[in-house]
Structure formats: C-alpha cells, structure tokens
T-cell receptor, first 117, second 111 residues
Framework: NAGVTQTPKFQVLKTGQSMTLQCAQD?????MYWYRQDPGMGLRLIYY???????DKGEVPNGYNVSRLNKREFSLRLESAAPSQTSVYFC????????????????FGPGTRLTVL | EDQVTQSPEALRLQEGESSSLNCSYT??????LFWYRQDPGKGPEFLFT???AGEEKEKERLKATLTKKESFLHITAPKPEDSATYLCAVLMTGTASKLTFGTGTRLQVTL
C-alpha cells in the first residue's frame, strides 16, 4: 500500500496563477484533510471531508477550494495564488473502523512545497 | 479558547540522556491525544493515540502518558536517529475528526 500520495512535490507559481494539488489514499479511509504548515504556526487545517460527498471549512479556508472526487481522492485548488500562500501543504486521511470503534489517527502524505512569487 | 502548547520548543540531548517532552492542553472535552514524529522535509508520522487519563503507550525508546491536563513523551536513552520534531494534537468533542496541533518540539540527539 502506498498510503497517502501527493502531487506535485514542489511547485513555484507567480502571483495570480492557479493550480490544483492532488491527494489520493489507498487505505479505504472515510475522512480526508488538507493542512498547511508554516514556521512557528504548526499545522493548520484548511478544509476537510468527513466522508465522500461532503466538505467543510477548517481554520484557514480563505483563498482555497476543495473537491472530494471520490472516496480515494481529495484535491485542493488555489484559484489566484498569493505570496501569503507560500507554505508546505499536507494531505491526510483517517477513519478506519474495526467493529464499533472508529480510529481517528490521521495519516499524512509527503507534502507539497509551494512557493508563490 | 482551546489551546495546545508544547514545550520546550527545542531540546538538545546527548545520546543516552533521557528526557521528556510536554504537551499541555486546555480544551472543553478531550476525545483523544495524538503524538507524531516529523523528519525534515517529510510528512508527520503517527506514533501514539491516548484516549483517557492514566493511559500509557510505548514504542521502542518512546513512552507516552496522559493526564487530565497534559501529556508527556518520555524518551529513554535516545539515539541520534530519534532526532526529529515531535508534534502533539488533540481531538475534541464536537469537532468530528478534526485535530488541533501544537507547534512541536525539535529534538536533536548528539553523539
């Protein structure tokens, strides 16, 4: 199993350009998440999808949109990139269940390092 | 306001010198506390989940404990390969499966 995969690994954009970050998981997880990580700020939740067909805003959603394409894939779109969106972006997934217990551990991808000039 | 605070921000240990990292939290209701390890340039790697006060989990040289206000990650006889940033996160009641992360402790273990 590959776990959580993200593409691309690195990206440089100019202000105003758009791009989509891709994420896929092969663990049959229900929930998926997008975070950004900035020095001194920790991991901050941008958007999440509790289950296929649903998405909700996290702590820092402005400037981003998401699509839960199917159970495996969750994409993050920057419509008009700004220098403040320079960051490392992580996708994560969680929500395996055994019997009656739902395990909430989140498993992370390797990240996308985005620079906006 | 719900908060997760980790201390110290950075810790330098010699190989074999045991120590503890702290994660204190002020949340309205705790459903679980999670510890992760993050190596430079990589995504966080899951280590432990603790669900209730008094619970302990161990993995190799690491032991995580939980009280009603804080969690400790004890590192016994660390090795240079334990060098990483250690993150804790809390899952609160009423927040579906959203985690709130601390800013981490950067651990460096030298020979």
């Amino acid at each position: 199993n590959a776990g959580v995969t993200q593409t691309p690994k690195f990206q440089v954009l100019k202000t105003g350009q758009s791009m989509t970050l891709q994420c896929a998981q092969d663990m049959n997880h229900n929930s998926m998440y997008w975070y950004r990580q900035d020095p001194g700020m920790g991991l901050r939740l941008i958007y999440y999808s509790a289950s296929e067909g649903t998405t909700d805003k996290g702590e820092v959603p402005n400037g981003y949109n998401v699509s839960r394409l199917n159970k495996r894939e969750f994409s993050l779109r920057l419509e008009s990139a700004a220098p403040s969106q320079t960051s490392v972006y992580f996708c994560a997934s969680s929500g395996s269940s055994w019997g009656e217990r739902l395990y909430n551990e989140q498993f992370f991808g390797p990240g996308t390092r985005l620079t906006v000039l | 306001e719900d908060q997760v605070t980790q201390s110290p921000e950075a810790l330098r240990l010699q190989e074999g010198e045991s120590s503890s990292l702290n994660c204190s939290y002020t949340v309205s209701g705790l459903r679980g506390l999670f510890w992760y390890r993050q190596d430079p340039g990589k995504g966080p790697e899951f280590l432990f989940t603790l669900y209730s006060a008094g619970e302990e989990k161990e993995k190799e040289r690491l032991k995580a404990t939980l009280t009603k206000k804080e969690s400790f990650l004890h590192i016994t006889a660390p090795k240079p390969e334990d060098s990483a940033t250690y993150l804790c996160a809390v899952l609160m009641t009423g927040t579906a499966s959203k985690l709130t992360f601390g800013t981490g402790t950067r651990l460096q273990v030298t020979l």
